[in-house]
């Protein structure tokens, strides 16, 4: 019988708790797209070795080893901006009980 082999080849880095509909909005994905390059997207762009956003979204040019595409995605993971909503934005509607209109929705 031949060995199973079990390989990461993804993470979700996200500061917005998975229970939050928001969450897949404000999460970053490390993937391996080859062997030892990997890439951390937000299925528009990816992070460069300097941590800025590239129009890069299968990250040709900006790939990385495993442990620097983590660090870069959790250093912007806090930093993310969707439709003008900051992660401090969405987390601040989760705690409250009443969620402004237009804002968030939790």
């Given at each position: 019988?031949?060995?199973?082999?079990?390989?990461?080849s993804?993470?979700?880095?996200?500061?917005?708790?998975?229970?939050?509909?928001?969450?897949r909005y404000f999460?970053i994905?490390v993937?391996?797209?080859r062997?030892g390059a990997w890439i951390a997207?937000?299925?528009?762009?990816?992070?460069t070795?300097?941590?800025?956003?590239?129009d890069?979204?299968s990250?040709?040019?900006?790939r990385?080893?495993?442990?620097?595409?983590?660090?870069?995605a959790?250093?912007?993971a806090?930093?993310?901006?969707?439709?003008?909503?900051?992660?401090?934005?969405?987390?601040?509607?989760?705690?409250?009980?009443?969620t402004?209109?237009?804002?968030?929705q939790?």
């Amino acid at each position: 019988m031949p060995a199973v082999e079990v390989r990461v080849s993804a993470y979700q880095v996200c500061c917005v708790p998975r229970d939050n509909i928001n969450s897949r909005y404000f999460t970053i994905h490390v993937k391996e797209v080859r062997p030892g390059a990997w890439i951390a997207t937000d299925g528009f762009g990816c992070l460069t070795s300097t941590g800025e956003w590239v129009d890069d979204p299968s990250g040709l040019h900006h790939r990385h080893d495993e442990q620097t595409a983590l660090r870069l995605a959790r250093t912007a993971a806090p930093h993310v901006v969707v439709n003008g909503y900051t992660v401090a934005d969405v987390l601040a509607a989760h705690s409250s009980p009443e969620t402004t209109e237009g804002g968030p929705q939790t």
